[in-house]
């Protein structure tokens, strides 16, 4: 079965420091890995995903096949970065299954 | 903005009761997708559509839910019978056959007294 995981309900960092959300997944073939980002009083959507290899808003995430991993990284968080953090796989043009999310707070 | 309008935003209603929320993506959305997420969790998928086939359903979506996109273009979601557990946000996304991206409207709130 797919499955997400994002350890972290809560990561708390202050203004320019490095940030990593951690996710993981579990599937057998080869899946899209997404990460989406819902910043207050706002909608549900895409940061970057992983087939296009881009850094978004200084964000970067890497796909480890190995560890079944998708972290996502950013060098120096901003206050605006402060956000709900979704990481999501999808196999083909399905459903996406997303993990729990992680709340990114950067504080000043 | 991504172009998906949902419709209420916020529906209160009580034990028992139907609803009925609505989803209008923009016209190059073939897919359309419908998910619920309670608090603390990520959105769960509910159904998804092509065109107006109805191609996926969850084994969240109970009998008591029922989806519909009759012309392929705005999508209905109705719950019949609402339980207090059904309280949730329901999201709609949209997409396109040449992309895995979906776009995501804003949500309707449904609160089940």
């Known amino acids: 079965a797919q499955r997400v995981t994002q350890p972290e309900k809560l990561l708390s960092v202050f203004k320019g420091a490095p940030v990593e959300l951690k996710c993981n997944y579990s599937?057998?073939?080869?899946?899209?890995l997404f990460w989406y980002v819902q910043y207050s009083r706002q909608r549900l959507q895409l940061l970057l995903r992983h087939i296009s290899r881009e850094s978004i808003k200084g964000f970067t995430a890497d796909l480890n096949k190995g560890e079944t991993s998708f972290h996502l990284k950013k060098p120096f968080a901003q206050e605006e970065d402060s956000a709900m953090y979704y990481c999501a796989l999808t196999t083909g043009f399905q459903k996406l299954v997303f993990g729990t999310g992680t709340r990114l707070l950067v504080s000043p | 903005d991504t172009g998906v309008s949902q419709d209420p935003r916020h529906k209160i209603t009580k034990r028992g009761q139907n609803v009925t929320f609505r989803c209008d993506p923009i016209s190059e959305h073939n897919r359309l997708y419908w998910y619920r997420q309670t608090l603390g969790q990520g959105p769960e998928f509910l159904t998804y559509?092509?065109?107006?086939?109805?191609?996926?359903k969850s084994r969240l979506l109970s009998d008591r839910f029922s989806a519909e996109r009759p012309k392929g273009s705005f999508s209905t979601l109705e719950i019949q019978r609402t339980e207090q557990g059904d309280s949730a946000m329901y999201l709609c996304?949209?997409?396109?056959?040449?992309?895995?991206?979906?776009?995501f409207g804003p949500g309707t709130r449904l609160t089940v007294l």
């Open positions: 599937y057998s073939g080869s899946p899209e």
């Open positions: 996304g949209g997409g396109t056959l040449s992309t895995d991206t979906q776009y």
């Open positions: 559509f092509q065109n107006e086939a109805q191609l996926e």
